[in-house]
């Protein structure tokens, strides 16, 4: 069933970046990355007291509840310098780079996590690489939107927040209730959410929020909450260096609704590094 979660979880984080973006457009990324926070908030404690795992809080191990804190840090930190890309450059640039923190998470679960390199993790791994590659290649003609690489600082930042976020996570979650493990990772990301927006004195600008900004943030949040459930429900199960993987295909579907919704579309290059990133995963799952 894990790995039914993790495919949950891709397609909820790639709904997330299509609402996000939208949502974000006329509105400070840190703010509107606070006000996303308080309805995943919400929405992982309703989850909690559903299951009824409220109970076992006090059950919670010190080093599992540390590392629970560490993963919402690094969480957070994600967050904040994703939401900020995917502001200042196109979806189908952020994503890819944002995604390339799957080698990264792969590499830390075989250092840290003691997870076996097999072969077709390897080749697997290979193959999103190259597919990731291929996908922030841009053509020599578009040096015109050399003007301004702030976006790729901070979607570089991302993936590596999310990679150690996996990891973390995994270890923090191990002998915690899945989706309590989330609520907890989730109060640490409102904290420092709502830490930078009042360190940058941008509470103020809740009043000029429109209408529609608010519906796609607030729906933005609801799919992050999906996503976030799925996904640490199936890492508390599977391998983080197999899971991870599957999470990142969401950028399957943030491609197909940033070309529906956003009009943005892929160069042949990029289509092509798309197709290393599903044949990549694929093998991941298919063991030979």
Not at 165 to 194: D, P
């Amino acid at each position: 069933m894990w790995i039914v979660f993790a495919f949950l979880s891709a397609l909820f984080a790639g709904i997330t970046c299509i609402l996000a973006k939208i949502g974000i457009k006329s509105t400070n990324s840190h703010l509107a990355t606070a006000l996303r926070t308080i309805i995943v908030l919400l929405f992982a404690w309703l989850i909690v007291f559903v299951v009824g795992s409220q109970g076992t809080i006090g059950d919670i191990g010190s080093k599992s509840l540390v590392f629970l804190i560490l993963s919402g840090l690094s969480t957070g930190a994600s967050w904040i310098c994703y939401f900020k890309a995917l502001q200042l450059g196109d979806v189908n640039k952020v994503a890819p780079i944002d995604k390339s923190s799957t080698v990264l998470t792969m590499l830390l679960a075989f250092t840290f996590l003691g997870e076996t390199p097999t072969a077709n993790k390897l080749i697997g791994m290979c193959a999103i690489a190259i597919g990731t590659y291929l996908m922030i290649q841009k053509k020599q003609f578009e040096q015109k939107e050399v003007k301004d690489r702030k976006w790729f600082v901070y979607a570089a930042l991302s993936a590596v927040f999310a990679a150690l976020t996996s990891i973390l996570g995994k270890v923090g979650i191990e002998n915690v209730e899945s989706n309590l493990g989330t609520a907890i990772r989730t109060i640490v990301v409102l904290i420092m959410a709502w830490g930078i927006v009042f360190f940058e004195g941008k509470q103020h600008d809740i009043k000029k929020i429109d209408k529609k900004s608010w519906i796609f943030i607030l729906l933005s949040g609801f799919a992050t909450g999906f996503s976030w459930l799925f996904y640490y429900r199936a890492l508390k199960d599977g391998q983080a260096s197999i899971v991870a993987p599957i999470d990142k295909l969401s950028i399957l579907v943030t491609v197909v609704f940033a070309y529906v919704f956003l009009k943005e579309k892929l160069s042949k290059k990029s289509l092509l590094g798309l197709a290393f990133l599903i044949l990549g995963t694929m093998l991941l799952i298919f063991k030979f």
